[in-house]
C-alpha cells in the first residue's frame, strides 16, 4: 500500500474545480516577474499542492481548487478580478512572492489587512517589496493595517517612518518572543476592525532553519508552529476573507522539503480555522 492509498486515512487536497459556492477556495497565484531576488516562486503552488496530499484533514466543509492564475505578473488587474470571480467565503492564496498580495486583497475587496512578515513592504515602485504600499495607495488606510514580526535589522529608518506616518500598527519580532504570534494575530485582528480582512502570511517571518526556500528569511524568525497557530487564528476569524502564503521559493527548498511542507501545514491550520468559526 503506498503512502496515499490507505482508505482509512483520506488525504488533504486534490481538491475538485469550484462549481457554485464553496467555503473555501484554494488558488495558485504565481507571481515571480518583479521579485527583488530572481527566483521560482512561480513553482511553489503545484510543490504545496503535491505536500497537502501528505497530510489529513476531515470537516466537512465544501473546500475546491480552483488552479492558477496565468502569469498574473503581466496584469495584477486581470488578476484580481479572476480573484472577484471565486464564489468563496474564504479564499487561500499560493504565491508566488509577495507581489501575489496585492491582487487577492483587491480581487476580495479587503478593507483592512493584517501582515505576518520581517519586513514593511514600503517600498517604492512594483516589486514584492512594495505590496503594503500599493495597498495603501488602493485605499486601506494605514489605521486598518497591523504588521506582525517587524526585524528592525532586516528593515530601514525611512520605512519605519513611512509605517509610522501612515497610521500602522507594528508589532517588532522582539515584541512577539513575550506573547505567542497567535494571540497577537487576534488581537491586530480585532484592531484592525475591518470586515473584510486580507492576512498575508510571508513565511520568510520564520526562521531560517524552518525555511531555508524563503531568500529573505532570517536567524532568530518564527518558529514553524508559531506560524501555523498564527494561520489558523486567522482562518477563525469571521471577517478574514482571504489569506495568502508567499516568498517560498520551491527550487532552493531543503532536501526534505520543510519549506514547502510548512506552507501546506499553513494551508490545512487555515481551514481547521475557518471549520471552527
Known sequence: ?????????????????????????????????????????????????????????????????????????????????????LDASLVIALGGDNAATVPVALGRRADSLVTVDAHHDLRDGVSNGSPVRQLLESGIPGRRIAQLGIEPLANSDAYRAR?????????????????????????????????RVHVDLDVDACDRSVAPACPASLPGGFSALELRQAARAAGAHPSVV?????EVDAALDAPDGRTVRLAALCVLEAIRGFAAR
Open 163 to 195: 509605517a509610522r506616518e501612515a497610521g500602522i500598527a507594528v508589532v517588532t519580532r522582539e515584541e512577539l518572543t513575550r506573547v505567542s504570534l497567535g494571540g497577537a494575530m487576534a488581537r491586530a485582528l480585532r484592531r484592525v476592525a475591518g470586515s
Open 1 to 85: 500500500m503506498g503512502l496515499h492509498d490507505d482508505p482509512l486515512w483520506p488525504r488533504a487536497g486534490d481538491w475538485p474545480a469550484p462549481t457554485g459556492h464553496a467555503d473555501v477556495v484554494l488558488v495558485g497565484v504565481p507571481t515571480w516577474r518583479t521579485s527583488i531576488t530572481p527566483g521560482s516562486t512561480h513553482l511553489t503552488p503545484a510543490a504545496v499542492r503535491e505536500a497537502l496530499r501528505r497530510y489529513s484533514l476531515e470537516t466537512g466543509l465544501v473546500i475546491a481548487d480552483a488552479g492558477d492564475l496565468v502569469d498574473p505578473d503581466a496584469s495584477p488587474e486581470h488578476a484580481a478580478e479572476a480573484i472577484a470571480a
Open 242 to 246: 482571504s489569506i495568502d502564503l508567499t
